[in-house]
């Protein structure tokens, strides 16, 4: 079966289906394929934070502005998608206490609204919390359902007149000297083949990033960490808590339903499709959240699991530092200029609470390629309830 349309984009996660959203907000005509089911990637498995931008106050405060106001416009056109919970992040030692004026400094540089309590008081609030907490600021994190995210997504584009195809991984992407015109993809469920002619092909596929422009003959290089989160069987704690200090393994608690999480670990993988939960990451979310809140270790482990990051690793000036860690922000890549290769645009990179506003940063390339006037207007709609 050929189609026409003038953007497809590959990817159902949070990031791909807001992309679709915005480009037919916007008025073009869009299709989006995903390989499997919507959310099946790191958007339908990551810990469920919806992030203040207090774990980035200090060390990356272009994340940290990103976080706090898209977390501002997300429970204003989600509200359906998000738990408001609150967030903690509790000082233990002496540590935590040195670390605790960099980051109130930090928080209030990006305009993150902040609450020192003392210990006493933050037991009042959170009783299960360690009796060696010394301090906790309180931060507008919360609980978001990346599922409601896409489904919310697809639903409004829907309405614009946009098609999604589930089940049907691109197979191959056309090319038509150093131009891409289109993609071809199967349906998994009935074999059907699809050959669609676009002027523009949307990679808003997270970890998969470089398989598919590698379809295009394009490397984009990617580093690859894995994150593994252990489930617990009830809710001791409200609050998202965090442990006050630098980022590092096993520092959150997220209360998800009538779960908490645990998380997370930083591992780095080589294939999206191919990793395995070591047993020192269980053990060592459960050793440091503990610390946090004790009787963790009386709580049975319901699950554990794992999502991959998808990092981008752009080229390093050979005189820069070397060991450096990469960067988690995100990234719009305009194959055009960095390869030579029109009609492909890469989104990569970022966190499921900065997804809304990728997606506008994606849209803004298209929009400027094809000389179309159109503002972003997805922080101005409400978003709808998928099914």
Known sequence: MELETQVVVIGGGATGTAVLRDLTMRGLQAVLFER????????????????????????????????????????????????????????????DEEFLPTFLEGCAEVDIPTEVLSGAEALREEPELSPKTRYAVTVPDGSIDGWDLCTGSVAS?????????????????????????GVKAVDQTCGDEYIVHADYVINATGPWTDKVTDL???????????????????????????????????????????????????????????????????????????????????????RSYAAVRPLYEPPVDEEAEEGREVSRAFYVLDHEKLDGVGGLITITGGKLTTSRLMAGKTVDLVCAKMGIDAPCRTHLEPLPTGD
């Open 36 to 95: 499997g089911n919507l959310s099946e990637g790191t958007t339908g498995n990551f810990h469920g934070l919806l992030h203040s931008g207090g774990r980035y106050a200090v060390k990356d405060k272009p994340a940290a502005v990103e976080c706090i106001e898209e977390n501002r416009i997300l429970r204003r056109i989600a509200p359906q998608a998000i738990e408001d919970t609150g967030g903690f992040f509790v000082v233990l030692d002496d540590s």
């Open 157 to 181: 584009a829907k309405e614009y007149g946009a098609r999604v195809f589930l089940y049907t991984p691109v197979t191959a992407i056309l090319r038509e000297g150093d131009r891409v015109v």
């Open 216 to 302: 295009a003959d394009i490397r984009v290089p990617m580093v690859l960490s894995k994150g593994t989160m252990v489930v617990l069987d009830s809710r001791p704690v409200k609050r998202a808590i965090n442990r006050c200090r630098y980022p590092s393994d096993g520092d959150i608690i997220v209360p998800v339903g009538t779960t908490i999480v645990l998380g997370t670990t930083s591992v780095t993988v080589e294939d999206p499709d191919s990793f395995a939960i070591e047993e020192w990451e269980v053990d060592k979310m459960l050793d440091e959240c503990i610390q946090m809140v004790p009787m963790i270790e009386d709580m049975r482990l319901q």
